[in-house]
């Protein structure tokens, strides 16, 4: 049984920080690309960070670049994304998934992941 658990998600001030974990059971860590996509109110899912299946290459949306890291912890098989300076526009749940292919590619596309986690609350208030 697969299952992807995340945590860290909290009300935090614009400017602040947060790192979001991704503990993953069930599955070959080493073998999975996993990426972190956001969903605010009345918006689609949307593809955050992704990290590929060895951790050679990383993703991120434009949104984010060079204020939140990704990384991919094969020994511990834990996803992370430390956000830095938080704008009220990153308040969403942040979901973690899991994609199945070994390739050096990463997609933004939800509909290529095969497991979901269930979600964690970010709030960022100005």
């Known amino acids: 049984q697969v299952a992807l658990v995340e945590s860290g998600g909290e009300s935090v001030q614009s400017g602040g920080s947060l790192r979001l974990s991704c503990a993953a059971s069930g599955l070959t860590f080493t073998s999975f690309g996993m990426a972190w996509f956001r969903q605010a109110p009345g918006k689609v899912r949307e593809f955050v960070a992704g990290?590929?299946?060895?951790?050679?290459?990383?993703r991120y949306d434009d949104t984010v670049s060079g204020r939140f890291t990704i990384s991919k912890d094969n020994a511990k098989k834990t996803l992370y994304l430390q956000m830095n300076s938080l704008k009220p526009e990153d308040t969403a749940v942040y979901y973690c998934?899991?994609?199945?292919?070994?390739?050096?590619?990463?997609?933004?596309?939800?509909?290529?992941?095969?497991?979901w986690g269930q979600g964690t609350q970010v709030t960022v208030s100005s």
């Open positions: 998934a899991a994609d199945r292919r070994t390739t050096w590619s990463i997609s933004r596309t939800s509909s290529d992941y095969d497991y």
């Open positions: 990290s590929n299946w060895n951790a050679a290459n990383t």
